[in-house]
């Protein structure tokens, strides 16, 4: 015990693939001062049963470039540390069986090829070149993706764990985090064998890390799924064919029907994600165990019957086999399927890496990642898709559950545009949420807020069903024409429950949100968009700001942004301001179209009407107090209506009957996406987002390069100095039957030169919109490119900096 820590720079608690992976990344980013504890031996949690598969494809951009990476690294693992690897890059065939899971495939491809992978589609009758032993007769095709393979997942983590050694760092096995505490600004972490001092925490507890959460205060949104896997013993014929050519079988994966099937030295291993699943240590009788290390649950093959068939069917090689071996282990799942990597909500060092469903072949990306945050304090992918602040609290444990078994159960399928998945709904409610569903709205989630996405007219086709196409003119499109039209000619209405909403007070205020915005804080009584960036000059957030007074502001942001916004003001907020989430006490509407002047007035409100864009003012309407703001995110005349909850049934009531009579039409969130683009309006965490600087998303005239300093600030002026690479752009597409989905490559000459961010059909241009970033070269009106949606390229367009609708805002300022 005389040697044990007592302090370092780094504390890592869990020693699984993703801890040792952390561990061996800080190392390697010179963070050497750094320990690893481990309760059992290392591998104890869910890493040492794993199946060890190594993907590479996804249809999420920033966990394809996690996955990338891991496998680019687990190559030249083993020859780095030494230490010896069972890593088999097999490559695999992903089976389709229909045409829009060809269309899916034919998008990874193109995203694949910009990562620099050659991923390639096989026909039906090229399939079996790659598997000779598959059915194919009711395939549409299939995906080959030549970087797949399986490794050895204890190897892995005992490879990553020795070049961490190597470096310097420490593991402490068999030596349990008990608890954890704040003195000053270090964390003492308590184990039985003594306190270790550090700066800084990581959580990579796997399907433990809620319990280890529970230490710093914070309730994880994370479930525990049972997943299985079933051995099968030699077979003779695969033997000798594998023999006779050389290698192994590609692994297969049959995502439509749910499995993979791998070949295991001679013969198979069969891993389903089956639908009738089984959630574990959720409920009183079921508790979450004081130790689970190297255990696993008692084989259930009952609920895999189907796909055990369904696999026979496809290979019937298998059927010649016996069963040997069922692994049966505990998977952490979050509502969403994707891990959870990056800062601590509400606590101060301490940083998340845990809860990973697909740790084995995310732990290398995810090691890179965890090590950016802690030494950088930012990442060099944009990885929202797996930021521990986009879970903002409402996630109760039966969400969790709920969610966690239905992503498991569609682990394969495919995430339409226009499709809303079903379970853990109507967490969060609009004030007026009844009277929206009576208009026939179709509603979505957002951060667990449901709103509109559109209005089902008589006759529109509401099932989940028609949901899944990802062509454009699914049974909403009619209706969303006219919400639009609506819009454009007359007046349109769209509820908006859930916007955050922080406001900012005290002597200094201004000068602090100054410091941390690139342009400009707004005169009082008027209102601004404020872009924050982090120290490279990249686009970490969007607000609206309000000047309510001289030192008080009003910040209003996304709905999914309420916790990552909230911890990036409260990161620099000096003492002596206040800032409060006023979140949950007002509801908004924005109204919009030329007419809504006209039914603001016949509503009665008490305003200004012609008080100019971009101002706010505190109104009166059917008696009630509201705060008016005349921008609109449609790109017409319009304001938004901000009134407390209580008071908003009696707000909407009143403008709905005034505007019925003036052509008013409620809209949803697919209208609004059609109108945005029109205008070039960036949405957050899809145009907008670290992965772009400030002047490359197009917004220097959001820069305010008189201002002494703000973030960021020195190396926009650098990146200005040296010209911009790449520059947004917006795009007409003649696009085929679907719309380019996020990530679609845009080609010139036949190389490709750019990614579209957003694409929508604009309705009031009658086009296809792409907004995107374009090589700074081509970057030029007039420009002929081409976008590649679903494997087809299309021609496009690029157009003026300007909006599409309405160039010169005449509408907006009418
Ligand atoms: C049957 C099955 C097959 C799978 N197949 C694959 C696959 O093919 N590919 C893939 O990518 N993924 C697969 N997975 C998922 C994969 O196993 C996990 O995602 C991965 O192992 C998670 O690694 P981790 O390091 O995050 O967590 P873990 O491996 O669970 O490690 C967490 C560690 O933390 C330790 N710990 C917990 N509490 C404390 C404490 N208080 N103090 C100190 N230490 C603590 C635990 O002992 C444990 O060792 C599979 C899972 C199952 C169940």
């Given at each position: 015990m005389a040697d044990f820590p007592t302090s370092a720079r780094v504390v890592i608690?869990?020693?699984?693939?993703?801890?040792?992976?952390?561990?061996?990344?800080?190392?390697?980013?010179?963070?050497?001062?750094?320990?690893?504890?481990?309760?059992?031996?290392?591998?104890?949690?869910?890493?040492?049963?794993?199946?060890?598969?190594?993907?590479?494809?996804?249809?999420?951009?920033?966990?394809?470039?996690?996955?990338?990476?891991?496998?680019?690294?687990?190559?030249?693992?083993?020859?780095?540390?030494?230490y010896p690897m069972n890593y088999h890059v097999t490559g695999s065939v992903r089976l389709g069986h229909s045409k829009e899971r060809l269309q899916e495939f034919k998008r990874v491809v193109?995203?694949?090829?910009?990562?620099?992978?050659?991923?390639?589609?096989?026909?039906?009758?090229?399939?079996?070149?790659?598997?000779p032993f598959v059915e194919t007769h009711d395939l549409t095709g299939a995906l080959y993706d030549p970087y797949d393979g399986d490794i050895d997942p204890a190897q892995l983590t005992q490879?990553?764990?020795?070049?961490?050694?190597?470096?310097?760092?420490?593991i402490e096995r068999f030596c349990p985090a008990t608890g954890v505490r704040r003195e000053g600004d270090e964390w003492v972490v308590e184990t039985p064998k003594g306190e270790i001092r550090c700066e800084i925490v990581v959580n990579a507890a796997g399907y433990y890390a809620r319990e280890v959460a529970k230490m710093f205060g914070r309730d994880l949104p994370m479930m525990v799924m049972s997943h299985q896997y079933m051995l099968f013993d030699t077979i003779p014929e695969l033997e000798s064919w594998s023999k006779g050519v050389g290698h192994k079988l590609p692994l297969l994966r049959d995502v439509d029907s749910s499995y993979y099937l791998r070949q295991e030295k001679y013969g198979f291993n069969l891993g389903p994600y089956e639908g009738n699943c089984r959630a574990h240590w959720d409920k009183a009788d079921d508790p979450m165990p004081e130790d689970f290390s190297f255990q696993l649950f008692p084989d259930d093959l009952e609920r895999l019957e189907w796909h055990i068939n369904d696999a026979m069917a496809r290979v019937p090689l298998l059927a010649q086999a016996n069963l040997t071996k069922v692994i049966n282990?505990?998977?952490p799942y979050t509502p969403d399927g994707n891990p959870l990597i990056g800062p601590m909500p509400g606590v101060p060092n301490a940083f998340e890496a845990c809860v990973f469903t697909f740790g084995i072949c995310q732990a290398g990306g995810?090691?890179?990642?965890?090590?950016?945050?802690?030494?950088?304090?930012?990442?060099?992918?944009?990885?929202?898709?797996?930021?521990?602040?986009?879970?903002?609290?409402?996630?109760?444990?039966?969400?969790?559950?709920?969610?966690?078994?239905?992503?498991?159960?569609?682990?394969?399928?495919?995430?339409?545009?226009?499709?809303?998945?079903?379970?853990?709904?109507?967490?969060?409610?609009?004030a007026v949420h009844e009277t929206v569903a009576a208009m026939g709205a179709q509603f979505g989630p957002y951060n667990g807020w449901e709103r509109a996405l559109w209005y089902a007219r008589p006759g529109d086709d509401t099932s989940e069903a028609a949901q899944r196409t990802w062509e454009r003119e699914g049974p909403w499109f009619g209706a969303v024409r006219e919400e639009c039209l609506a819009v454009r000619d007359a007046c349109g209405i769209l509820d908006l429950p859930g916007f955050s909403r922080f406001r900012v007070r005290g002597a200094g205020t201004v000068d602090w949100l100054s410091a941390q915005i690139t342009g400009k804080v707004p005169g009082i009584g008027r209102l601004g968009l404020a872009y924050f960036a982090d120290e490279k000059g990249r686009i970490v957030t969007e607000m609206s700001v309000a000047r309510i007074a001289e030192e008080e502001v009003l910040l209003i942001t996304a709905a999914t942004a309420q916790m990552h916004d909230k911890e990036w003001l409260l990161s620099t907020l000096p003492a002596g301001l206040t800032l409060v989430d006023e979140s949950a006490e007002w509801s908004t509407q924005i109204l919009t179209g030329p007419k809504a002047r006209e039914v603001l007035a016949a509503a009665g409100a008490e305003a200004d009407l012609a008080k100019g864009w971009l101002t706010w003012q505190v109104a009166q309407l059917a008696g009630r107090p509201i705060v008016l703001m005349r921008v609109s995110f449609a790109g017409e005349l319009g304001w938004e209506i901000h009134s407390r909850v209580?008071?908003?049934?009696?707000v909407f009531a009143a403008v709905l009957a005034a505007g019925r009579p003036l052509g008013l039409r409620p809209f949803g969130m697919f209208a609004l996406n059609s109108?945005?683009?029109?205008?070039?309006?960036?949405?957050?965490?899809?145009?907008?987002?670290?992965?772009?600087?400030?002047?490359?998303?197009?917004?220097?005239?959001?820069?305010?390069?008189?201002?002494?300093?703000?973030?960021?600030?020195?190396?926009?002026?650098?990146?200005?100095?040296?010209?911009?690479?790449?520059?947004?752009?917006?795009?007409?597409?003649e696009a085929g039957d679907c719309d380019p989905p996020y990530m679609s490559t845009i080609w010139h000459d036949g190389q490709v030169v750019g990614e579209t961010t957003s694409g929508y059909f604009g309705h009031r241009v009658g086009?296809?919109?792409?907004?995107?970033?374009?090589?700074?070269?081509?970057?030029?009106?007039?420009?002929?490119?081409?976008?590649?949606?679903?494997?087809?390229?299309?021609?496009?367009?690029?157009?003026?900096?300007?909006?599409?609708?309405?160039?010169?805002?005449?509408?907006?300022?009418?």
């Open positions: 608690i869990g020693g699984g693939a993703v801890g040792a992976s952390s561990l061996y990344h800080l190392a390697r980013a010179g963070w050497t001062d750094c320990v690893l504890l481990e309760k059992n031996e290392l591998t104890a949690g869910s890493t040492w049963h794993a199946a060890g598969n190594v993907p590479t494809f996804s249809s999420s951009w920033s966990i394809m470039n996690m996955q990338r990476y891991s496998a680019q690294l687990y190559r030249g693992l083993g020859e780095a540390v030494d193109g995203m694949g090829r910009y990562q620099g992978m050659d991923l390639d589609i096989l026909g039906p009758d090229e399939i079996r070149s790659r598997y490879a990553l764990a020795k070049g961490a050694r190597q470096m310097g760092a420490r282990g505990p998977i995810a090691g890179k990642v965890l090590a950016e945050w802690v030494t950088e304090g930012a990442t060099e992918w944009d990885m929202w898709s797996c930021d521990p602040r986009r879970f903002t609290g409402f996630e109760d444990p039966d969400y969790c559950v709920a969610k966690g078994m239905e992503v498991y159960g569609h682990e394969y399928a495919i995430h339409f545009p226009h499709h809303v998945w079903p379970v853990g709904r109507g967490k969060k409610l609009s209580g008071d908003t049934p009696d109108l945005r683009v029109e205008k070039g309006y960036r949405a957050w965490k899809g145009d907008l987002s670290t992965d772009y600087t400030v002047l490359q998303g197009g917004l220097e005239r959001f820069v305010d390069w008189a201002k002494p300093a703000f973030r960021g600030k020195a190396a926009l002026e650098a990146e200005k100095q040296r010209g911009v690479t790449k520059c947004f752009v917006t795009l007409t597409v086009k296809v919109v792409a907004l995107g970033m374009l090589r700074a070269e081509l970057a030029v009106p007039g420009t002929a490119v081409e976008v590649e949606i679903f494997g087809e390229r299309y021609p496009a367009v690029v157009c003026e900096d300007a909006p599409l609708w309405d160039a010169k805002n005449e509408r907006i300022r009418a």
